[in-house]
């Protein structure tokens, strides 16, 4: 969904990094400073169903390396007793308006790579796509109305349409 310039500036390669585990975890955020260790992280989960991480001001495309993917948006993370455990994630990524049905391929990413999470987003956002103006609204207060033209919005997700 976003500017075509920025998935043409993708590189081959600049994809995120992949976790499996939680060893795979550890490894990641000891390579972050003080500084980008406390905030949250872009994500990504790929059509093959992995979790992908990249530094927060990343773009979702990059992190993704240029494919389509099953969910994305922002995950921040605690280690508590010795365990990894996701303590905030949203689907916050304009750059692929996921709707809030992608939270079950990141609850079957987190599962698999063994790290504790919530029930669900923490941070939901609305994602629509007017069918007049063609552009991508969020949904605010279950106002599903466009910012850009006042247009009603479709209560389904339809971004992709």
Known sequence: MGPAEIKASVR???EGRVIRST??????????????????????????GLLRLAPRRSEH?????????LAAGEMAFDRTAGHWAVHEVSNQSTGYCPD???WEAVARALDA????RPERFSHEL?????G?????????EDDFVC??????LPREWNIDS
Do not use: I, N, Q
């Not at 007049?132 to 605010?140: G, H, I």
């Open 113 to 116: 790579a063994g790290v504790g």
């Open 126 to 130: 609305v994602f629509r796509r007017c």
């Open 61 to 69: 495309v990059a992190c993704a390396g240029g494919r389509a993917v």
């Open 23 to 48: 060893a795979d975890l550890d490894v990641w955020v000891s390579e972050r400073g003080a500084d980008e260790a406390g905030e949250p992280y872009t994500f990504v989960v790929g059509l093959d």
């Open 12 to 14: 081959a390669g600049s």
């Open 100 to 102: 809030l049905a992608s």
């Open 132 to 140: 007049r103006c063609r552009a991508c609204s969020v949904v605010r």
């Open 147 to 152: 910012v850009f033209c006042g247009g009603d």
